[in-house]
Nanobody, 123 residues
Framework: QVQLVESGGGLVQTGGSLRLSCAASGRTFSRYNMGWFRQAPGKERELVAAISWSTAIYYTGSVKGRFTISRDNAKNTVYLQMNSLKPEDTAVYYC?????????????????WGQGTQVTVSS
């Protein structure tokens, strides 16, 4: 089991930026596929961005050009840089780790999840 701890959420005005971090336990972080998900009130959880162990990258359409996912294997950390934030980006953001490879890229089952961090964008 991988423990994931997110940080970096908060309140920001429209057009602002935030950088989310997700620190992972485990000695084989470099082999994990990592994803950032979000869930807004009354909505289903959605995959926002993912980065594979081989650094393939996926973004959902609504964040392309605004969000950047990256990873630092030396620090066991994955990041989500969020720029030009909009009120519709308001949600709880979760990072998740896949190492079982159940499913297909980028929509793996994802084995472990963080506790989530709140992002609120005011208009």
């Amino acid at each position: 089991q991988v423990q994931l701890v997110e940080s970096g959420g908060g309140l920001v005005q429209t057009g602002g930026s935030l950088r989310l971090s997700c620190a992972a336990s485990g000695r084989t972080f470099s082999r994990y596929n990592m994803g950032w998900f979000r869930q807004a009130p009354g909505k289903e959880r959605e995959l926002v961005a993912a980065i594979s162990w081989s650094t393939a990258i996926y973004y959902t359409g609504s964040v392309k050009g605004r969000f950047t996912i990256s990873r630092d294997n030396a620090k066991n950390t994955v990041y989500l840089q969020m720029n030009s934030l909009k009120p519709e980006d308001t949600a709880v953001y979760y990072c998740a780790a896949d190492y079982s490879r159940v499913g297909s890229w980028p929509l793996y089952k994802y084995d472990d999840w963080g506790q989530g961090t709140q992002v609120t964008v005011s208009s």
